[in-house]
């Protein structure tokens, strides 16, 4: 028999930290296909805006606004008169017996108070004295020395711009979410707003890899290609509100492409991918994302475009959304209007919809239904009806530099008839 009992041992069940995954997608359709509005839903799910930060407010032009903002001054800060003539109290215009009064006396425009039954010269825009309520016009009176002599009467406040008669304290000039234009600048300065609190400019990352991609102005040797996709991408983005790098990798390999998105994650708040047309280019970078983050890739039910991928890549308490275009130029400029300019301006904190009118096609229009077509469209105005033409060239840049629109046709269009309504989403916000 044991003197001493033996203690069991407890079992110790080690916990396995669970692997870092992104949020559970959504549902693919009957044809493995995920539709554009549950993608574009789902990454601009991922992205949160950018932490507002105070700048001097010419530095925060076409920003959004995290703030509201009120008038602090009244405009104009002082009355003025609005025609030549006397500063005057109109109370003073008139006797006890409702008749004109006595001449006034005409004193030093430079008096700090008008006195009663004075007068004061002055031009259209001059700052009245203190104490002058109107001005009486200069055909309203006969000069005599220093002495006006009154032929009409005004009464209070007649031909005077009131102080605040534009804007008085308090006024609200622009809410929280409003972009920062440029007359919105100077209705701010004007009311004495020198700093506001506004999101940054996403500082977004164009990265261009291929093996056979060289710059404009390089060589082209045979098998090479000049890279444009990534000159056009940086500019869309630029013209989205961004702040934009353009970085060059004329490779495949993935520690090239790996140190190229790393080097840059520390002043990225985007990354996008551009390559060639070749699919070697384009899984090289997936390749490298896969290594560095959560990806997801999906067939989305949109023509051209039909491949999507998208990552948070990076350290886990800082990962970067990171956009793979395709290498198609078409493609990767559709794909860029449809996930990357929302994406841009989900950072903002701006509206991420896309500004879609409607239009009369010139031609009849023809989809797959179940696909979301995005055709290439040049937008003319007649008087005020919009009229959209489809364009259609081999040349695939040449092709987008004619276009000024994507004529969107939803899943369930199959054919638009000439003359019939379609929705367009404009490149160009003022077309």
Known sequence: MAWFGRKQQETVVEEIPEEPRLPEPPALNASGLRSVADHTAYLL?????????????????????????????????????KVAGYAVRAADLLDDSGLLAEPLDVVDPTVERLPEGGAVVVAAGDVLPRGANAVLPATFATLEGNRAHLIEKVAEGEYVRAAGEHLSVGTRLLSEGEVLDDRAMGLLAGAGIDKVMVRPRPRVIVISSGEHLVDPGAVVEHGDATDANSYMIAAAARAAG???????????????????????????????????????DYEAVVGVMNDLGLVDTVDVA???????????????????????????????YVSFHAFARPLIRRLM???????????????????????????????????????????????????????NSLIILDESVETVRAGQAVKVWLFDEED
């Open 45 to 81: 799910g991922l992205v949160e805006p950018l932490e507002p930060f105070g700048t001097p407010l010419l530095e925060a032009w076409d920003q959004v606004m995290c703030e509201d903002i009120d008038s602090m001054i009244n405009v104009p800060p002082n009355s003025t008169a």
């Open 242 to 280: 961004a702040t934009v790098f353009r970085v060059a990798v004329h490779s495949n390999d993935p520690d090239a492409i790996r140190t190229a998105i790393t080097d840059q994650l520390i002043r990225a708040d985007l990354v996008i991918s551009t390559t060639g047309g070749r699919r070697e």
């Open 302 to 332: 949109m023509s051209p475009g039909r491949t999507q991928t998208f990552g948070l890549i990076g350290e886990d308490d800082e990962r970067v959304p990171m956009l793979m275009l395709p290498g198609n130029p078409v493609s990767a």
């Open 349 to 403: 904190g701006a509206r991420t919809e896309h500004r879609a009118v409607r239009a009369i096609t010139d031609t009849m229009l023809r989809s797959m239904k179940g696909t979301m077509h995005l055709l290439r469209g040049r937008v003319t105005l007649e008087g005020s009806i919009r009229h959209v033409q489809q364009v259609s060239m081999p040349h695939a840049l040449g092709e987008l530099s004619r276009s």
